[in-house]
């Protein structure tokens, strides 16, 4: 409810994904269908750029995982 | 488990060459017998593809040939046939029989039953009405009410000219003009649930309306969205191969009928209900004989009564204020002469005339003596329902009542009342007949009596409901802009901006379960549910379910009752225990669900067999000796004097296939009524036909149906199976086997087992079993974990249990095969020796072998959904994801497990209190709709954190967008468990047992060979329960393990003992399957021979993991500062009331005392002595003082409830006394 200051109204409503001011941070995501590697920058939309599906998944972690084997 | 212990067994060379079981049958068969058989009518089969089949052995087999029918493009994968869907016809038939053995219509009869399913499938029921809505039932919808005009502007019209449902879109296509191009959506269901969107297609119509001095066309508008059923003829799996559901991410062996509403899936349960438009007599108390019936057209619904009370008759019907003395009904409807009227309602009969006679006393004593004295008199009693006040003449209000409220299903033409007042004499004539012969009143809970409501039905309801609504509206758009008088009016733009009523009505009423239809006064709840997809069989068994709505908390035991009318048609095993027992059904195997058929053909048909049209009868010729009435739907349509000729020839037709064959069509001896039905909801099975005490089904149609030239289709055409619902079939003489037909048997069942449902008939023996235990083993498989569906690791369920390492069952069961349960098993063959070991087997406790809990017996994976959605507000804010909090260069502890981005890491082990997903909330997402606000961007964090105990693994993470365009994540973790002392097993035969304790192999019994089993389970188990089935399936196990091939353990069948018994001497084993043993810990031999072998074990869900809890101290609720309840919040364990009970009998005051306040929620008071009201800090507030105060200890919820009765304005004081008085 803060009324001090008008805030330009660049920072939060283009095309209805936030805006993060900081540095363009990439993640590969894996497409749900075509299992391509979709490069996303935050704020991107969430679509396969090759085939446009719709459903991404997280790339799994570089670093080591160790399992207990019982 | 049964494959390491096989291995070991059998070392001769002779038996040790390993054969797939499939080849066993044929072992001693010529070599030619497996070659193609040159076929008596050749297809045109190209070359390279008989080339691919003589590969196969197999490949005379029905199944490889429909394939190859179905499927010329996979010549390749012929080989590879046998993970089509068919296989389980590739085995060897019944007994171990080939293609070329010679047939026993005894024995391969039940060959129909996988050309049955063939054909309908599991869930046919469902698929099928869902299909008859979309092709027959909304364009008659539409057609009903196609027209659209306004009351402003007289020549404007809008004519709904057709209707169709399209394929399956995504909303986010945003497809607004159909008719120009043929869009195909890519869309696919398994992208619905992990979209948590909605699978549905666009409902197009095809409009003509009226636009500026002109009528304007337009095709395929966009009106709304259906939600799609799965696999019916519309969804995008229709008519795919098994390769191309695994390309759309979908199971094959998924039974589909369910829809997919906001990413869960729902299916509507088959509703059971009473038959509409069918008379039944019933005995109220006080010997108050009725016949009512529900009559249902499309524009109403009543229920009308004709009562027999202080022995008069009367007509009961809600729009009447009172009861009318049926002879002045009969004045009304035209029937003037009293003569007529007992011609009609009692006939020529003496008893009914007597019983009869007293209502003509009451007639004249009205003084009503033509018809128009009685329309005034049913007239001044009807209710007003006109609303516009102005009341018209009563014997007008009368004629309108009589014509289309009361008995509306049967048409009157004009003011013809003829057809009506006959349906009435006929009803008057059942509560004579049920008032002399009390055998006469009709059994409510005769499965005939019911009628099975589907989703297809619900759903058309539900839309007509919506499209009334819609174009109710539409019409009140378009009254509101012609009065405002624009001669350039589009009305087009109208049905464009009420598209989202129709598709929002749908999904609410699927996604909520809730029926609220205005029309029909109807208000159900719980109509869908969330599919369980615990295992493959928890979601076939929710399919095949019927709930009935009768209130579950009523004591009457009829509708509860096993009824034998049942028989075939619903499973008698598996029903719930509990409140929900006998209520709650289930179909059996080959049951099928009639649609709707129109009436018109029939009641041609019925003119054309030589029946009398009933409108030219009178009162005598109606009960004329060997006379019969010709009811169709319930109502008299025809008279016959030949009924039994007119049936056979009725059923010949059938036969014929003239008109369909769920027809229906028996006789009635005691009413002399034939009544055929064609209605919808119907309860049927096929049966083969006999004729003349032969069996139609021959040799030749088995052979043929083997060799795939003829489907069940083909069976039905030709006559040799049809259609009997419950009616039909309990008029009919129906033989068990072939053995037992006589001259009058008129039908062979295909198959005992069929009177099981999918179910019941994982189970094996079940004939063998005391009938509870194969109620119980219904409920129990549902809860066993094992496969999901082959797509199980694509999807992201919110909780998910699998089995690392499933088996098909050693003895298995024809139902097996059939519902293709050895595909998604859910279990192992445990290797069982019944006896006693340790103490930690008691009350059905199991001794697990630790080496075989090392090999990965009972070992599963629990899969958990962790989901988000990142909301979008109206002020233009959303949720976001923020970055992880980093001190010294490196993230928290509880962020270690996010990335730079704030989502965790795939692969990661997460554990109690860590992050995954690092949301943040915008502080400010209120609109002020002032101008343009933003918001003060600004975020709070709202972490996700993952709240359980036990860590476990992220197993995926997924982002995807919703319909509503915002973010949603979701993350799958997994644990892989084992199994522990205190997890739940059961075998298949209703044995539920605990985990008592996890021995050491070396501790366990071994047998001569040094097997050891997986599972030591009491004997005790037996004596009690009576399951022989688990006896002889660990016998047949142990046969089958030895011989190498899998048993049978099929209801009234399967592989018989003494059979079993052979195969075990043969190997060296004893008949009785008991071993000699050594123990584990002494090396001394055990004194008693021990029955040893494979019983298949589930593992069912309720884990220790999940359920263990412990708590000294911990959180208190807000209000009355007692203990939480319930683990999830880390809740105290309840001292209840039966417990407290025990310690008031006992005397225990301390402990009560600790254990009540002191361990809970004791509170420190103040309390005045003078006004007994409660003061603070040695104050008393009423009195004004500080003198006469006490401390004292009382429960929080004492406190609270005086200070809440004070706030009634209840005044409650504490009275003190001293404590220990002098």
């Known amino acids: ?70 | 488990m049964v494959r390491p212990a096989t291995r070991s067994r059998r070392q001769n060379p002779a038996d040790a060459a390993p054969l797939p079981h499939t080849d066993h049958s044929r072992e001693d068969e010529p070599p030619e017998a497996a070659k193609p058989k040159p076929k008596p009518n050749p297809k045109p089969n190209p070359n390279a593809k008989r080339k691919a089949a003589t590969v196969t052995p197999t490949d005379n087999d029905l199944a490889v040939r429909s394939r190859r029918r179905r499927k010329d493009s996979r010549l390749a994968t012929a080989h590879t046939a046998r993970n089509d869907g068919f296989d389980s016809l590739l085995e060897p038939f019944y007994h171990g029989k080939s293609m070329t053995d010679p047939i026993d219509t005894e024995r391969d009869k039940w060959n129909l039953l996988p050309a049955f399913l063939k054909v309908k499938g599991l869930v046919k029921q469902h698929i099928d009405s869902f299909n008859y809505l979309l092709e027959v039932e909304l364009k008659q919808i539409v057609k009903t009410n196609r027209t659209i005009l306004s009351d402003v502007r007289p020549n404007f019209y809008l004519h709904f000219t057709d209707i169709c449902v399209g394929k399956p879109t995504r909303l986010d296509e945003n497809i607004t003009d159909f008719s120009r191009y043929d869009w195909t959506s890519t869309v696919t269901p398994n992208e619905c649930r992990l979209r948590d969107s909605t699978y549905a297609a666009p409902i197009l119509v095809d409009i003509a309306y009226w636009r500026a001095n002109r009528e304007v066309r337009r095709k395929k508008m966009l009106i709304g969205r259906m939600p799609m059923m799965l696999r019916s003829s519309n969804c995008v799996l229709n008519g795919k191969s098994e390769m191309d559901m695994a390309g759309l991410h979908e199971c094959p062996l998924d039974p589909g009928g369910y829809f997919i509403v906001n990413g869960t899936e729902k299916v509507i349960l088959v509703q059971e209900q009473m038959s509409k438009n069918r008379v039944i007599v019933e005995v109220e108390k006080n010997n108050v004989v009725q016949a009512s019936v529900t009559s249902f057209t499309h524009e109403r619904k009543s229920k009308s009564y004709v009562i027999l009370k202080n022995d008069r008759i009367y007509l009961k019907h809600n729009v009447l204020n009172e009861e009318i003395p049926i002879c002045v009904v009969f004045k009304a409807l035209g029937i003037h002469a009293d003569a007529e009227v007992i011609k009609l309602c009692a006939g020529e009969d003496q008893v009914y005339q007597d019983i009869f006679t007293p209502n003509f006393e009451e007639c004249a004593k009205l003084g009503i003596f033509s018809q128009v004295d009685a329309l005034d008199y049913v007239g001044y009693r009807i209710k007003i329902i006109n609303r516009y006040g102005q009341r018209r003449m009563q014997a007008q209000e009368a004629l309108e009542a009589l014509a289309s409220v009361i008995l509306v299903h049967v048409p009157v033409q004009g003011l013809n009342f003829r057809a009506k007042a006959l349906y009435l004499a006929f009803m008057v004539k059942r509560v004579l007949m049920a008032r002399h012969d009390p055998r006469l009143i009709d059994n409510r809970d005769y499965v005939g009596n019911k009628r099975l409501e589907l989703a297809g039905q619900l759903l058309s309801l539900l839309f007509e409901d919506l499209f009334k609504k819609f174009c109710h509206d539409i019409k009140m758009t378009i009254d509101k802009v012609l009065k405002r008088g624009s001669e350039e009016f589009d009305a087009l733009t109208c049905i464009q901006s009420h598209t989202n009523h129709i598709s929002s009505g749908m999904s609410r009423a699927l996604s909520t379960g809730n029926w609220d239809l205005k029309r029909f006064r109807m208000k159900r709840a719980g109509v869908t549910h969330v599919l369980s997809r615990l295992s493959y069989i928890s979601a076939l068994g929710m399919m095949t379910r019927i709930t009935s709505q009768f209130e579950k908390t009523r004591k009457v035991s009829g509708p509860r009752a096993l009824q034998p009318s049942q028989f075939g048609m619903l499973c008698p095993s598996d029903t719930p225990e509990g409140e929900a027992c006998g209520l709650v059904k289930n179909l059996a195997l080959m049951t099928h669900i009639t649609v709707d058929d129109d009436p018109i053909p029939v009641q041609r048909l019925v003119a054309a067999l030589g029946a009398q049209d009933i409108s030219a009868a009178n009162g005598k010729d109606l009960y004329i000796k060997g006379a019969y009435l010709v009811f169709v739907n319930g109502t008299p349509i025809a008279l016959t004097r030949h009924p039994k000729r007119f049936l056979n020839d009725f059923r010949k037709l059938r036969r014929l296939g003239r008109i369909s064959e769920f027809n229906s069509i028996f006789i009635n001896h005691h009413y002399h009524a034939v009544s055929i039905a064609c209605d919808e909801g119907r309860i049927c099975r096929p049966l083969i036909v006999v004729e003349k005490g032969k069996s139609r089904v021959t040799k030749t149609a088995l052979r043929s149906l083997r060799a795939g030239t003829i489907d069940f289709d083909g069976l039905l055409s030709r006559g040799m199976v049809e259609y009997l619902d419950v009616n039909e079939e309990n008029d009919s003489n129906i033989a068990m086997y072939e053995s037992d037909i006589n001259a009058a048997t008129t039908h062979l069942e295909i198959e005992p087992f069929t009177i099981l449902g999918a179910v019941a008939g994982l189970i094996p023996y079940p004939h063998h079993n005391q009938s509870p235990r194969n109620t119980y083993q219904c409920a129990m498989g549902k809860q066993a974990m094992g496969a999901v569906a082959n797509n199980q690791f694509l999807r992201i369920d919110s909780i998910m249990y699998t089995l690392v390492y499933p088996q098909k069952p050693m003895v298995k069961t024809r139902a097996i095969e059939l519902v293709k349960y050895d595909k998604l098993p859910a279990g192992q063959n445990a290797i069982v020796a019944v006896m006693s070991y340790s103490g930690y087997d008691i009350e059905d406790a199991l001794v697990l072998n630790k080496g075989s809990v090392d090999r990965g017996f009972g070992r599963c994976q629990v899969f958990r959904k962790w989901a988000t959605t990142l909301r979008k507000y109206p002020n233009g804010m959303e949720d976001r994801v923020g970055d992880r909090i980093e001190e010294n260069n490196a993230p928290i502890r509880k962020h270690a497990l996010l990335d730079e981005h704030g989502l965790a890491m795939v692969g990661e082990k997460i554990s109690s209190n860590e992050v995954y997903i690092m949301k943040q909330v915008p502080l400010n997402a209120s609109s002020t709709a002032i101008g343009s606000d933003y918001g003060s961007g600004e975020y709070r964090d709202t972490p996700m954190t993952y709240r359980l105990e036990d860590p476990s693994y992220v197993d995926k993470l997924m982002i995807t967008v919703n319909e509503a365009d915002s973010r949603v994540i979701k993350m799958q973790t997994r644990q892989t468990r084992r199994p522990e002392v205190g997890d739940k097993f059961s075998s298949r035969h209703g044995q539920k047992g605990v985990v008592g304790i996890v021995a050491e192999q070396v501790d366990m019994p071994f047998n001569d060979e040094g097997i050891v089993p997986d599972i030591i389970m009491n004997p005790h188990g037996f004596p009690s329960r009576m399951t022989v089935g688990k006896m002889l399936e660990l016998v047949a196990g142990k046969a089958g393990v030895l011989a190498g091939e899998f048993q049978y353990g099929t209801a009234f069948g399967g592989s018989k003992v003494e059979d079993m018994g052979d195969i075990l001497i043969k190997n060296g084993f004893s008949y009785s399957g008991k071993d000699f043993m050594t123990s584990g810990i002494t090396g001394e031999s055990l004194p008693a021979y021990i029955f040893f072998g494979p019983i298949y074990y589930q593992k069912l869900k309720h884990m220790v993991q999940d359920k263990m809890h412990s708590r000294a101290r911990g959180p208190r609720a807000t209000l009355t500062r007692q203990p939480t309840e319930g683990r999830s919040r880390d809740g105290g364990l309840r001292l209840g009331e039966m417990e407290r009970d025990c310690l008031i009998a006992y005397g225990a005051s301390q402990l009560l005392l600790e254990r009540l306040m002191l361990s809970s929620d004791a509170h420190q008071v103040d309390i005045c002595e003078t006004c007994g009201l409660m003061g603070y800090q040695g104050y008393c507030q009423t009195c004004k003082k500080t003198e006469g105060m006490t401390k004292m200890t009382i429960p929080y919820a004492a406190k609270l409830l005086i200070q809440e009765l004070l706030s009634m304005n209840v005044m409650a004081r504490l009275k003190l006394e001293d404590e220990f008085p002098a």
Do not use: W
């Not at chain 1, 209805?16 to 704020?43: E, F, M, S």
């Open chain 1, 1 to 70: 409810m803060s009324r001090e200051a008008y805030v330009a109204p660049t920072s939060a409503f283009n095309t209805g994904t936030t805006v993060d001011p900081g540095p363009g941070l990439t993640t590969q995501y894996i497409c749900g269908d075509c299992n391509q590697k979709v490069l996303l920058k935050q704020g991107d939309g969430i679509r396969c750029k090759e085939c446009g599906h719709r459903i991404l998944y997280k790339e799994r972690t570089k670093r080591m995982v160790q399992f207990e084997a019982r």
